[in-house]
């Protein structure tokens, strides 16, 4: 515990913009610390990473991490906590996340100033979860729309239910969270939530996010070959000079 502590504190002081590679930054490591392996550093590495002192940039590609850079922790509505709270209730062993496009606000130019609510579920249960929202709750709740549906029923404050993607990023501090890996690859993949925003700013979102939090692109990646979306990020990534 002691010598990752003094090998925690000893990274944090240097350059947070340079990338390293794994070995480069065991090499940093093992110069501040005598008799310390490799093998020991690679066990070391994950917790690095989960405590925000080193963070992934690609494969085999890692940055130190900063004070102006954070963990994203998506913070709730009532009524966004109140399906949160129906889910856990009656699908407790069934795997959702959950979204606001009111989160967006800290990321837009335009600000969104009607909130819709996102709930990702399991394709096989989403049919008997839209019937027991319906029955119990007055709101608008759609089911898989299409462009046309939210031209004419959409409202504010709608729910949309929409099947989750198997194997999608959850979060860390609960798994319903949307964490910004999932949310940068839905919101070029989903209609419905393509149409809550302008597209032209997805690129001044993405910079914005990635200055301001932590983003694992190797899980972003992950999950955006599974939508199909990698190459039309990677370019958008490219052509904005992000090094993320």
Not at 162 to 175: D, M, V, Y
Request: no cysteine.
């Amino acid at each position: 515990m002691v010598k990752y502590m003094k090998n925690m504190a000893f990274l944090e002081k240097n350059d947070s913009k340079k990338q390293y590679t794994r070995r480069e930054l065991y090499d940093l490591v093992a110069d501040n610390s005598n008799e310390y392996t490799y093998n020991s550093f690679n066990w070391d590495l994950k917790r690095l990473i989960a405590d925000g002192v080193i963070f992934r940039h690609s494969r085999n590609s890692y940055k130190i991490g900063n004070a102006d850079r954070k963990n994203y922790n998506p913070k709730y509505s009532e009524r966004a906590e109140a399906i949160i709270a129906f889910m856990e209730k009656n699908y407790s062993d069934t795997e959702f996340s959950l979204f606001e496009t009111s989160m967006l606000n800290e990321f837009l130019n335009h600000q969104i100033a009607k909130n819709t609510i996102f709930l990702y579920v399991e394709k096989e249960l989403s049919d008997f979860i839209f019937r027991d929202m319906s029955e119990l709750r007055t709101e608008n709740i759609l089911l898989n729309p299409k462009k046309n549906d939210l031209s004419k029923y959409w409202k504010s404050d709608t729910i949309i239910i929409i099947n989750r993607i198997s194997e999608a990023p959850h979060g860390k501090e609960n798994r319903y969270d949307t964490p910004l890996e999932k949310l940068f690859v839905d919101l070029i993949a989903d209609v419905a939530l393509m149409n809550m925003y302008s597209k032209s700013e997805y690129p001044e979102m993405l910079r914005i996010a990635n200055d301001k939090y932590y983003i694992d692109t190797k899980k972003l990646f992950r999950y955006a070959r599974r939508r199909g979306k990698s190459q039309e990020i990677q370019k958008i990534m490219t052509d904005g000079g992000m090094g993320i």
